[in-house]
């Protein structure tokens, strides 16, 4: 049985078939399915693949240190929790964080009183991308990342894999080859995958409220950015995606990891 919020989370999403079609091709990592549906944790030892190179990377904090510290380490986040000095920014970070409320990514507001013995905060600060504002939540300043420990080296494709597969082609097909490709951007990547039940007490994010003058609190419901286990997470789907599609779909794809992405894979 899916908990509520991991419910909604996969609502619009076949795993059902996602698993049937891992475990037909025997994919060595069909657990992801199965995992998916339970919801991902937020830290402590993170599962291996068997699909991407081994890299050990122990936690350098024990989880229930973690919890133990959680006052100590979320009073350190309130405290960090401040306006970025423009108030433009200020409210659009506010209201870039409603509307995750209204999609169903976080719930919130609270206040501080709302915050249990276990609540581990992260704070959240606003990226500015061209004209887009984008949320990051540092999970580095909470700790949480720090309890965190891998056992994969996560492998992303580049640009150099889709010269290569164009190189290829070409030199097979001879003259006259013509090639068509799309590209395909997943909306609010980590917003596709659940937290699991267990670890929502590290799921808490303060946030500048302009209006209030102070910092107010969510939580979140989905995987995070900026937090090292998302990473972990989402590139185990979608390596598992990409397998599906060459195996059973005979597609010519590739996956790549933005920049976003791949400073968050690097974080620690």
């Known amino acids: ?96 964080t409603l509307e995750e409320v209204a999609d169903g990514f976080l719930e919130g507001p609270f206040s501080r009183s709302d915050l249990g013995p276990r609540s581990v905060v992260s704070p959240r600060f606003g990226l500015q991308q061209k004209n887009k504002l984008r949320p990051i939540d540092n999970f580095s300043a909470s700790q949480v990342n720090s309890a965190t420990g891998l056992q994969d080296k996560f492998v992303v494709d580049s640009v150099d894999e889709i010269c290569a597969i164009i190189k290829t082609w070409m030199q097979q097909s001879g003259d006259g080859l013509k090639l068509l490709g799309k590209t395909y951007d997943m909306r609010k990547a980590y917003r596709q995958i659940a937290i699991r039940g267990e670890y929502l007490d590290l799921a808490w994010i303060s946030v500048w409220n302009p209006e209030k003058g102070e910092p107010s609190f969510f939580r979140m419901h989905t995987m995070p950015f900026g937090a090292s286990s998302s990473v972990a997470a989402f590139l185990r789907v979608s390596q598992a995606i990409k397998a599906i599609g060459i195996a059973c779909a005979c597609l010519v794809w590739t996956s790549f990891y933005d920049e976003i992405g791949r400073a968050s894979c690097r974080e620690r």
């Open 1 to 96: 049985i899916l908990e509520v919020h991991v419910r909604k989370v996969l609502a619009s999403k076949r795993t059902v078939l996602f698993q049937k079609l891992l475990d037909d091709m025997k994919y060595p990592d069909s657990k992801i399915a199965f995992e998916m549906q339970q919801g991902f944790p937020l830290s402590g030892w993170l599962p291996a693949s068997g699909v991407f190179p081994t890299r050990v990377r122990p936690p350098e904090l024990h989880i229930e240190h973690l919890f133990k510290m959680a006052k100590v380490f979320s009073g350190r986040s309130i405290a960090a929790t401040k306006s970025s000095g423009c108030m433009d920014s200020d409210r659009r970070l506010w209201e870039a």
